[in-house]
């Protein structure tokens, strides 16, 4: 099974704020890499399919980059509705795995 | 508007059954494959099942291989999971979610608002 490595597994900013949080593949996923953003008490959310497309309807604060094996998920500036836990998923080869999530928390 | 409704979780002793259902709405059922997701307390989420749009291929995640069978009516629209042999560790707010065409180098969208699942004596 491919193993999805998430860093930070939690972080603490400030509104306004640059955020990027990483995930990194066992091994290559080649573009074949997700985003999901989960508020508590709510299913998951996609935001970003693969590598770099934007969901419709997210905002464009949001981004995506990386290739093979390490990607990164970039909030360009943190809004208060932001605050959540993100997850990254692969779906290149089955069982398809996400990472252990980043909790995005309020400084 | 694509819409998922789960239904059917509950407690369930160790060892017993259940079956969960996904009802679908706003788009055709029958042209997507659908997958199931689990999230433990707490916890992360772990892939479970998937189903491809005629239903005739299925694939499981090794935890729940041999025990849970996915499976589909185009007819009435509605995505299930029947769970046998439940164990403690089976415990865990179970996602339905649509996939492409495929769930294989695609993603899970949109997901239902999930049904919860408990095994306990």
């Known amino acids: 099974d491919i193993q999805m490595t998430q860093s930070p597994s939690s972080l603490s900013a400030s509104v306004e704020d640059r955020v990027s949080i990483t995930c990194r593949a066992s091994q290559s996923i080649s573009s074949y890499l997700n985003w999901y953003q989960q508020k508590p008490g709510k299913a998951p959310k996609l935001l970003i399919y693969g590598v770099s497309s934007l969901q419709s309807g997210v905002p464009s604060r949001f981004s995506g980059s990386g290739s093979g094996t390490d990607f990164t998920l970039t909030i360009s500036s943190l809004q208060p509705e932001d605050f959540a836990t993100y997850y990254c998923?692969?779906?290149?080869?089955?069982?398809?795995?996400f990472g252990q999530g980043t909790k995005v928390e309020i400084k | 508007e694509v819409h998922l409704l789960e239904s059917g979780g509950g407690l369930v002793e160790p060892g017993g059954s259940l079956r969960l259902s996904c009802a679908a709405s706003?788009?055709?059922?029958?042209?997507?494959?659908m997958t199931w997701v689990r999230q433990a307390p707490g916890k992360g989420l772990e892939w479970v099942s998937e189903?491809?749009?005629?239903?005739?291929?299925?694939s499981y995640a090794d935890s729940v291989k041999g025990r849970f069978t996915i499976s589909r009516d185009n007819s009435r629209n509605t995505l299930y999971l029947q769970m046998n042999s439940l164990r403690a560790e089976d415990a865990a707010l179970y996602y339905c979610?649509?996939?492409?065409?495929?769930?294989?180098?695609?993603?899970?969208?949109?997901w239902g608002q999930g049904t919860l699942v408990t095994v306990s004596s």
């Open positions: 979610a649509k996939c492409g065409v495929y769930c294989n180098r695609n993603w899970f969208d949109p």
């Open positions: 998923q692969q779906t290149y080869s089955a069982p398809w795995t």
């Open positions: 189903i491809s749009g005629s239903g005739g291929a299925t």
């Open positions: 706003g788009f055709t059922f029958s042209s997507y494959a």
